[in-house]
RNA sequence: GGAGAACUGGCCGAGUGGUUGAAGGCGCGCGCCUGCUAAGCGCGUAUACGGUUUAGAGCCGUAUCGAGGGUUCAAAUCCCUCGUUCUCCGCCA
């Protein structure tokens, strides 16, 4: 969420980036709104105040005994009473506006992303190792939705038997190289110093909130109940409904939530694993064979809390700590830093990692590392205190980071790792996980 | 899923319609006293928003006693709905 103060002070850096996201986001809406808002509250709040002092001052009189003077004042308030609920009703309403418009306001891209439409304007930072040349090795790669299913260990039919389209069902090796990657990367996180944790994966309306799934993308969620089942309340959101996670980000930066942390705890480091939920509304079409774009799919999440002087830096290293699993995966990759047309809504700055695929012929994204600043901290209410440095207390900076989207990584190995015979050479580092498995064949 | 009890400031806890933003205690901060320690004494100790101010401090106002709504001139106190916790019952991996 912006800060409402930022945006009436601001409003022309404001304009300039919603444009540069391509968000239609109303600044002039949100002003006309603020200022009404602005001229009420005063209004009310006098008469609130006279409200107050003449109750009072009833009460008074009727511990003297003057029960005539009494009724008289009271008749008096009766109107000020009015007037009052009048422009209450009319407060509210702004106000459910202004907080409408606010929950629906993407994130302002920091001043160091660079300005563009779209992908084709990300900018390419770095790339890491070689893609195998299979021509020169003289056969042609297969995709993984075939060298999977080839295997045994990845079965796409048996997914639709089970649910529908875009799930995946892994069976023997291929179960087993999942659950070793998810035991990879989480022990790679511990050793840098991340804590782990196990999470619901249904949350409530609120922790998506925070998170900046809700209100706007609701139709990405899967949910619980429909909204017939329960008696629809403020907001739109259905009593008591959960929603599946579709990432450990949500669960992971709203621990906190509501919560006041001492600075000296910070930063925070944190990971876990999680399945992660996505009904991929507005993807039809899109990477619609093997397991690229799946309902259901795994992860394992870095989150970081941090004091705001601190987040970018921290966004560095959590970027490097998602490249340092493919480069021990020996899985080729590029670094991309999404131009402002592409980040997503919570972001202020991200960097995608994207793995050689030969299926694609290319580099698809594998994780996504992102500084949401105050943005996330303010819808979750996530602040820390710091005596020594200011009084009260202040949001504090929160990021998020795949490290790695297991699903995808498990598409990216057994396509770089396939022989000519149709078997999968497993990464050594993987070997361990796996009950020293060498070749999946 | 059913029944009962509870939900007050950092913590404990008083408070069933009228100077209660909230007694008292603990904790914490500042000061005093005491030749160490311990004890004692005084003062202070919520947040958000709005106004005032160049800004801050200060001051004024409003709101907040699980959440939302209602009754009333006036609600921590009365009513309704929801949530959470605890206990008992049911069901269950």
Redesign the pocket.
């Known amino acids: 969420m912006l800060d409402?103060?930022f945006v009436?002070e601001n409003p022309d850096a404001v304009r300039a980036a919603m444009k540069s996201r391509g968000s239609n986001w109303d600044v002039d809406e949100f002003l006309a709104l603020d200022e009404k808002r602005?001229a009420i509250?005063?209004e009310?709040?006098?008469l609130?105040?006279?409200?107050?002092?003449?109750?009072?001052?009833?009460?008074?009189l009727?511990?003297e005994g003057k029960r005539d003077a009494?009724e008289a004042?009271?008749?008096e308030?009766?109107t000020?009473?009015d007037t009052?609920?009048d422009l209450d009703a009319q407060r509210?309403e702004i106000d459910a506006q202004v907080r409408h418009l606010l929950a629906t306001a993407p994130n302002l891209p920091d001043a160091s992303v660079t300005i563009g439409g779209g992908e084709e304007d990300n900018v390419e930072l770095k790339r890491w190792g070689t893609p195998r040349d299979f021509a020169v090795e003289g056969f042609e790669p297969q995709a993984h939705w075939d060298l999977g299913p080839a295997l045994g260990i990845v079965d796409f039919e048996r997914a639709v038997k089970l649910a529908e389209s875009r799930f995946v069902v892994l069976s023997g090796a291929g179960a087993a190289l999942n659950r070793a990657l998810m035991n990879f990367m989480i022990d790679q996180h511990l050793n840098a110093g991340y804590k782990e944790w196990w999470l619901p994966v249904l949350a409530n309306a609120d922790t998506l909130f925070g998170s900046g799934n809700l209100p706007k993308f609701e139709d990405d969620l899967y949910k619980t109940k429909t909204e017939s089942d329960g008696?629809a309340?403020?907001g739109g959101v259905t009593?008591?409904q959960l929603y599946l996670t579709p990432t450990a980000e949500t669960t992971l930066t709203s621990l906190h939530r509501d919560e006041v942390l001492e600075g000296k705890q910070l930063p925070l480091r944190y990971t876990a694993y999680t399945p992660c939920f996505r009904e991929e509304a507005g993807s039809a079409g899109r990477d619609t064979r093997g397991m690229i774009r799946v309902h259901q799919f795994d992860k394992v999440e870095m989150v970081k809390l941090t004091r705001p002087e601190d987040s970018f830096e921290a966004l560095e290293d959590m970027t490097q700590q998602g490249e340092k699993i493919l480069e021990l995966l020996g899985l080729p990759y590029r670094r991309i830093e999404l131009c402002t047309g592409d980040m997503g809504f919570s972001s202020a700055k991200t960097y995608d990692i994207e793995a050689w695929l030969p299926s694609y012929n290319d580099y698809k994204e594998i994780s996504s590392c992102s500084n949401c600043v105050d943005f996330q901290a303010r819808r979750a209410n996530l602040k820390y205190r710091d005596p020594e440095n200011f009084?009260?207390?202040r949001y504090l900076h929160t990021l998020n980071g795949s490290g790695q989207a297991m699903g995808r990584c498990f598409a990216a190995i057994i396509e770089n790792y396939q022989n000519a015979d149709g078997s999968v050479t497993v990464p050594e580092v993987l070997r361990p996980y796996m009950r020293g498995l060498e070749v999946i064949r």
């Open positions: 409402a103060k009436r602005r509250i005063p009310v709040e006098s609130q105040a006279q409200r107050n002092a003449a109750s009072k001052q009833i009460g008074a009727m511990k009494a004042a009271k008749a308030v009766g000020i009473k009052i609920a509210s008696n309340l403020e009593a008591g009084k009260g207390s």
